[in-house]
């Protein structure tokens, strides 16, 4: 894989952000943005504990996907302070995805200001991700295709990008959002996944406060150097033909999947994974 590091810029102006990242699709880091938000000075894993220590949350970790699980289906629960206390004691790959943390604390809400950089925001929907030191997160593409303002809090945090035009390089398993969960994007087997070697991407390493943007419909592999936890903004894609394809994988895909899973069993899986080293191998004209 050749990775080019995402440029880090200080300051930018709404004008300078949609016609430099947003217009040609392209990601940036804005380092310490969130540095005029209440959240700067407040936000780490102490506070959340005291403010939603109580709070049952939802848990995943890397086992890879079986026929048993839902779509986006948690593996565990614990209460937020005992979760935090395990981040915080040694490394787990337990990690909390996608969560609507701010829905059940609204009080998080004032901790934020809603960045005016000329995208639509969904504010229903701002997201949170937690993690522990050294949990990854699959390399993966967005169900919406959304554009994403992803703001990282406590610690570090190492972000791998794909453009949507790397995806026959990836390994993508059909009818769904991820690639091979066996491929260690730290430290790829070009043996195994010789198509790797031709794919093109960005990184970024984060720190509290930073701000990544993330264009439409990118790929994206998270690993969690210290425990911490980041915010998601969306802003749904402006390109008409992404929100075709967001549509589709919200009211087909993903139920096409679930009921695949259901009637088939671990075959459909086992089926979808062979499935994508056939296909992109044949794609790329590999042969083994």
């Known amino acids: 894989m050749f990775l080019e590091k995402i440029p880090e810029i200080e300051n930018i102006s709404k004008e300078e952000f949609l016609r430099s ?101 969904v504010k229903q929907l701002p997201m949170l991700f937690f993690g522990g030191a050294g949990s990854k997160v699959f390399m993966h593409f967005d169900i919406d295709l959304s554009n994403i303002l992803h703001f ?66 990118y790929w994206h592999y998270m690993k969690y150097v210290t425990p911490g936890f980041s915010m998601s903004l969306r802003s749904f894609p402006g390109k008409p033909a992404n929100l075709m394809k967001a549509a589709y994988n919200v009211f087909v895909m993903r139920h096409y999947d679930n009921l695949m899973r259901r009637w088939k069993g671990q075959e459909w899986i086992d089926v979808k994974n062979e499935r994508a080293v056939v296909e992109t191998h044949r794609k790329l004209g590999i042969t083994r």
């Open 152 to 217: 990282h809090f406590h610690g570090e945090k190492r972000c791998v990008l794909f453009p949507p035009d790397q995806t026959d390089y990836l390994y993508k398993i059909p009818h769904s959002l991820i690639s091979r969960e066996d491929i260690d994007f730290d430290a790829p087997d070009y043996e195994k996944w010789p198509a790797l070697k031709e794919a093109r991407g960005y990184v970024a390493d984060l720190e509290h406060g930073d701000m990544l943007y993330m264009p439409e419909g």
């Open 21 to 121: 990242y947003v217009r040609p699709q392209l990601p940036v880091v804005v380092k310490g943005f969130a540095k005029h938000w209440p959240a700067y000075e407040k936000w780490d894993l102490d506070y959340i504990k005291s403010i939603a220590g109580e709070r049952v949350v939802p848990l995943y970790d890397d086992r890879p996907v079986s026929h048993e699980d839902g779509f986006n289906e948690a593996h565990a629960e614990m209460k937020m302070a005992a979760y935090i206390d395990l981040l915080k004691s040694k490394p787990t790959n337990y990690r909390i995805f996608l969560y609507n943390l701010m829905k059940e604390v609204p009080g998080l809400q004032k901790d934020i200001r809603w960045p005016d950089l000329g995208l639509k925001l």
